[in-house]
């Protein structure tokens, strides 16, 4: 009876996950008996801890909204599109965020910019890191939405306080001076201050001439590329190769 009312207090306190572990062990007790009561509760502990962090990793997962669900691991690092595999190690491990540095990828149609960015990202997320994928057009007709209906700023606030926002699809179509301005005020936010991944069609060198405004688009380049890793991909596309070689969802 004692073992049930703790269990239950377990439950009540949000223990579930040890209270369950508790159950488990009860029921096999011959597999614990030469544990010390000091190492029963460690199991205990370390089940609980364990079941947060997945928890915690699934909401993070699940706020990110990243485009595909691609880890480092589903790269294909073998293909020849310029994609070093030291660096991609290196962002691996998400230190990059945690130092608020950029990474910027670029290249053409089909060579999987999308799909590592969202494995970056995802391996950012594991490491501890909250992410935000958006596509650089969808972002800013949202923050013109916001601006229309009194949304803006809060937009803004929830893009500072991520620690990681993949920008999608970066000047695929010329940016008017409106779409400067909002894009200067997301990036002047996180300069210094958190991380932004850029995934970009155009090459960084075309990127001013594809802003209206040459004032703001000098201040844009200036908040990307400080403190970055640039990554331009090259070669063919992926998507002409045979689908049973080629990892699934990389474009």
């Known amino acids: 009876m004692l073992v049930n009312a ?36 460690g199991l205990l502990v370390d089940k609980e801890a364990d079941a947060r962090d997945s928890r915690r990793l699934k909401m993070r997962l ?14 294909d690092l073998r293909a020849p599109r310029g994609l070093d595999k030291g660096l991609v190690m ?34 950012a997320i594991r490491a501890g890191h909250s992410a935000y994928f958006v596509r650089a057009p969808r972002l800013a007709e949202e923050l013109a939405v916001g601006r229309a209906d009194g949304r803006y700023a809060k937009l803004l606030s929830h893009l500072a306080r991520t620690e990681l926002v993949v920008l999608d699809d970066f000047l695929l179509t010329p940016a008017p001076v409106e779409m400067c301005r909002d894009l200067l005020e997301v990036l002047e936010d996180r300069a210094q201050r ?22 703001l688009g000098e201040a844009i380049l200036d908040r990307v590329l400080q403190a970055s890793y640039r990554i331009a991909l090259k070669g063919p596309s992926l998507r002409q190769r045979d689908p049973e070689t080629t990892p699934r969802g990389e474009s």
């Open 6 to 41: 703790t269990m239950k207090k377990l439950t009540e306190l949000g223990l579930s996950t040890m209270a369950d572990a508790l159950g488990d062990q009860l029921l096999d007790p011959g597999h614990y008996a030469e544990l010390s009561f000091e190492d029963r509760l």
């Open 62 to 75: 699940r706020v990110a909204k990243l485009r595909y669900p691609a880890s480092v691991e589903d790269l």
């Open 90 to 123: 290196e962002l691996a491990t998400g230190a990059w965020v945690a130092r608020h540095h950029n990474v910027v990828l670029s290249g053409p149609t089909g060579v999987g910019k999308s799909f590592i960015a969202c494995a970056l990202a995802q391996a």
């Open 194 to 215: 958190r991380s932004t991944l850029v995934v970009s069609q155009l090459p960084v060198d075309n990127w001013h001439g594809a802003m209206a405004d040459p004032t």
